[in-house]
């Protein structure tokens, strides 16, 4: 005989084990009927690593099924992709690595190519378009710093100059962009003014 914690405690496992064996059967994509598998060439992948998730046009179809290394060719990383037999992978169909959500998790988006695009056979390459590593951000913000300085270097002369020369001037500078601010009213004024009346033109001519 069985006490009833013991009963309870039995029960909870089974259901857990079930509902385990479920999520595996889903996260594996077994569930979603027959699949093709596409071989995408990268020559740089950001961290993605077997079993990572693929979209297509921003939906999950498939999972990351292998990845190789194969050093004698220029991009050297291939990774296999399993998708349903329904998904339709066009000749122009493109290749990224994203990153999904706060998490950071890796995954393979494949577009969906135009329609005009021939379909692309089961076990077909598809050149993915490599994302851009951390490294070389960072050297490009490290340029672009350095570019700033020597332009703020070079800028400082002509402001320290232009200062100079306005300095005590600035009443004068006051009155002169006064009279630009009048002198382009009256000239806003006139064109108005021959836009719908254009035979004063011509008789002032």
């Known amino acids: 005989m069985y006490s009833s914690a013991e009963v309870k405690s039995g029960f909870l496992v089974t259901v857990s084990i079930v509902l385990l064996i ?5 996260v594996g994509n077994f569930s979603k009927g027959p699949t093709m598998e596409y071989q995408v060439r990268f020559a740089y992948i950001n961290g993605v690593k ?15 099924n292998k990845i190789v290394m194969q050093p004698s060719e220029e991009r050297p990383v291939l990774i296999s992709v399993l998708v349903p037999k329904t998904l339709i992978i066009r000749e122009d169909s493109q290749a ?4 999904l959500g706060l998490m950071g998790e890796k995954f393979v988006e494949i577009t969906p190519g135009t329609v005009q695009s021939p379909n692309l056979p089961a076990g077909s390459t598809i050149q993915g378009t490599d994302p851009i590593p951390m490294y070389l951000l960072i050297q490009k913000a490290n340029k672009l710093a350095d570019r700033m300085e020597e332009l703020t270097a070079t800028l400082n002369p002509l402001t320290e100059r232009i200062d100079t020369l306005t300095r005590g001037h600035e009443e004068d500078i006051s009155k002169i962009i006064v009279n630009l601010e009048q002198t382009s009213a009256n000239l806003r004024d006139m064109t108005h003014d021959l836009k719908y009346r254009p035979w004063r033109l011509v008789r002032k001519g």
């Open 22 to 26: 479920g999520l595996t059967f889903i």
């Open 50 to 64: 077997k079993d990572a998730p693929v979209f297509c046009a921003g939906n999950e179809v498939g999972r990351v």
């Open 96 to 99: 990224f690595i994203d990153t």
